[in-house]
């Protein structure tokens, strides 16, 4: 019995060593990680447990020049359903009669939505969608329902918010304005003033520490944040809502008339190179009728500009002093050719051409031979001479805008491997050189702006409220494109281009404008010729005298059926319809001059109707020599009634003076 006992107690003192040894090991075990990797495990149950949530910076807007409200963000609401948070009673009560209130609200059946919601009841659904993108007054409506109005606990109405950028002016501008999102592969992207303006929009997020509770619920440690966050600044734009209207309709018109495949007009404000007006539109496909905003083509698209640029062989040759406007050139039946040009001719789109006629005629016919007769006799054995002013002016180089996706604009260089002897006679009317549309425009507006070119201008200033953080002032690109002289020559022939040029069919005796037409061909060396089609364009300003406001407009791919595809016919009816809207319909800003200077006879008209009216009289005065206006003034402060036959000052009444007053009376005034 003794020795079973000595065995138990050894067994017994072996487990405890065993345990003993067990707690050491664990001790040890502890110990290292507490020292080794302590700090690792805090980081871990911390993140856990407590956790930094993002909180979202509201975004500035975009505003236009009038103060029009281009861009904005707005919440938008999803709302799901926990079919589970609701107890039975509160669910049976509630669910017909929320049935029947999202039924008025998003229009299905009430049937459909009894259904869905008993449904998820029986599936235990946690997350059944009821509706998606609801405004905020949808929203607070919705949250009134039956059921959903117990809250999230005790009704299971699940809200998820988020933000959306919203054009209240709908589609027009909207490629302008652009937009800064995330696309499907996590990566930022944007366009137009959303995304090169980012850094002033969008403002710096700020965060707030929250703790895990339960149901995976997290609440603020703290009453105060972490980082606020700091709301995005407002931008305005240079953008007039009026003209942007009025541009944008006149160009679809157009497109649609013509069954065009895109085009794009801009309006620029001459002084200062705002842009006022841009619309850029387009067909998703070629068997589209609608057409959408759907690529910058007047700031991206780089493409033969054809006869509007012409005006660089007219500030060359003038500037240079090669030949003035009265030069005479012989259009030789509308066809030209040279020996170095290897059999390739030059044609008028005028048949037979014009006979002699002079350079500034040349220019507002858009004779391609006279052009290039000028440009290629004056320059031939100094081609450099020619592309240097073309240099000078600053079209070999993109204008550097703020918006990116700036087409590259090509001016072919005499050293270039791809020169030949056509290089030249090619680029005097338009072809074998590129330019997008807001370059061109650049050029016509340096023209209108009595020889200084500025720079496009979309954004006026960064507003913090009331408050300006940043402003952005006119930019001279050039302060002087040609001379003086130059320009006066210029502004004239472009006024005739209108008056009795290709644009002819554009004048209005009501308000002058000036420009230049261009119809180029495009594709016309591919797939033999299969692929050629015409861009309509016109560019110029208006009015000529003192011009406000410079305009170009492009469209590419008319239809050529009525064989009405030129740019006077395609391009310059919008150009016109945009310089009548503005002048027709908008309220004149002229400023009275002398507004305050007395004119002795209107002052004597004056008095003498003041000591009239001023006379306690019981008779009737004399109104002979009064004006209309202020005999009936007078009479009906003495409560008289009275007839006037006639315009002018009082001739007779039917009253003499002097006849005892009687307010039953009606006296009849003539007037002459």
Not at 448 to 455: P, Q, S, Y
Not at 476 to 493: F, G, M, Q, R, W
Not at 504 to 514: H, I, N, R, T, V
Not at 562 to 571: K, P, S
């Amino acid at each position: 019995m003794a020795v079973e006992d000595k065995h138990i107690s050894y067994r017994i003192y072996l487990v405890a060593f065993s345990i003993f040894i067990m707690a050491v090991l664990i001790t040890f075990k502890l110990t290292k990680i507490q020292w080794s990797q302590g700090d690792y495990y805090r980081k871990l149950a911390k993140e856990r447990t407590v956790r930094n949530f993002v909180i979202p910076a509201n975004k500035g807007n975009i505003y236009s020049s009038d103060g029009s409200l281009l861009a904005t963000s707005i919440p938008n609401y999803n709302i799901r359903f926990d079919a589970m948070a609701p107890k039975g009673i509160a669910f049976e009560k509630n669910v017909l009669p929320l049935a029947d209130s999202l039924s008025k609200m998003l229009g299905k059946p009430t049937s459909y939505y009894h259904s869905q919601l008993r449904m998820a009841r029986a599936n235990k659904s946690r997350y059944l969608l009821i509706a998606r993108d609801l405004s905020y007054t949808e929203y607070i409506k919705i949250k009134g329902f039956p059921l959903f109005n117990l809250g999230a606990n005790k009704g299971g109405m699940i809200t998820e918010q988020e933000t959306v950028r919203e054009h209240p002016i709908g589609k027009i501008a909207e490629r302008t304005i652009g937009y800064d999102r995330i696309d499907e592969n996590g990566i930022r992207v944007g366009k137009g003033i959303e995304w090169s303006y980012r850094k002033y929009l969008n403002g710096k997020d700020g965060k707030v520490l929250k703790q895990k509770i339960a149901k995976g619920q997290w609440k603020p440690i703290k009453d105060v944040n972490e980082v606020d966050p700091q709301d995005g600044y407002d931008v305005i734009s240079t953008i007039d809502v009026y003209i942007q209207d009025i541009a944008h309709h006149a160009l679809m018109k157009q497109l649609k008339d013509y069954k065009a495949d895109h085009g794009c007009v801009v309006v620029m404000e001459t002084k200062t190179g705002k842009i006022k007006a841009i619309s850029n539109l387009g067909k998703l496909k070629e068997t589209d009728s609608t057409y959408f905003e759907t690529t910058n083509y007047a700031i991206a698209e780089s493409h033969e500009p054809g006869s509007t640029f012409k005006l660089v062989d007219m500030i060359a040759l003038l500037d240079d002093q090669k030949v003035d406007t009265s030069k005479v050139y012989d259009c030789k039946g509308g066809v030209i050719s040279y020996p170095s040009f290897k059999g390739k001719k030059v044609r008028d789109s005028h048949k037979g051409g014009w006979g002699r006629i002079s350079l500034a005629k040349g220019f507002e016919v858009s004779s391609n031979t006279v052009m290039v007769q000028a440009v290629y006799e004056n320059y031939k054995n100094n081609p450099q001479e020619f592309v240097d002013r073309i240099d000078k002016m600053g079209l070999n180089k993109p204008l550097g805008l703020p918006i990116q996706g700036e087409g590259k604009p090509i001016i072919p260089q005499p050293n270039d491997k791809n020169w030949s002897a056509l290089s030249l006679p090619w680029m005097a009317y338009g072809y074998g050189v590129s330019v997008t549309p807001l370059q061109t425009l650049t050029l016509y507006n340096a023209i209108a702006n009595n020889g200084e070119m500025v720079k496009p201008q979309f954004v006026s200033e960064i507003k913090e409220w009331n408050k300006t953080i940043k402003t952005y002032n006119k930019l001279v690109i050039n302060p002087k494109v040609c001379s003086d002289e130059t320009v006066k020559k210029l502004i004239a022939v472009m006024q005739n281009v209108v008056k009795r040029g290709t644009a002819s069919k554009l004048y209005s005796k009501d308000f002058s404008m000036a420009g230049k037409t261009g119809t180029a061909q495009a594709n016309y060396g591919k797939n033999g010729g299969a692929d050629k089609h015409y861009i309509s364009s016109f560019v110029g300003f208006f009015p000529a005298e003192n011009p406000k406001y410079s305009c170009i407009v492009v469209v590419h791919k008319p239809n050529t059926s009525g064989n009405n595809y030129y740019g006077a016919d395609v391009a310059g009816p919008v150009f016109k319809r945009i310089a009548q809207k503005i002048f027709t319909d908008s309220p004149s800003t002229n400023l009275v001059k002398n507004i305050n200077k007395k004119i002795n006879k209107q002052e004597l008209a004056y008095d003498e109707y003041k000591i009239k009216s001023s006379l306690d009289t019981k008779v009737i005065p004399n109104l002979k020599g009064m004006s209309g206006m202020d005999a009936v003034a007078l009479l009906e402060n003495l409560k008289l009634k009275v007839k006037v036959i006639g315009i002018g000052k009082v001739k007779k009444q039917s009253i003499p003076a002097g006849e005892s007053l009687d307010k039953n009376k009606t006296i009849i005034l003539e007037l002459s």
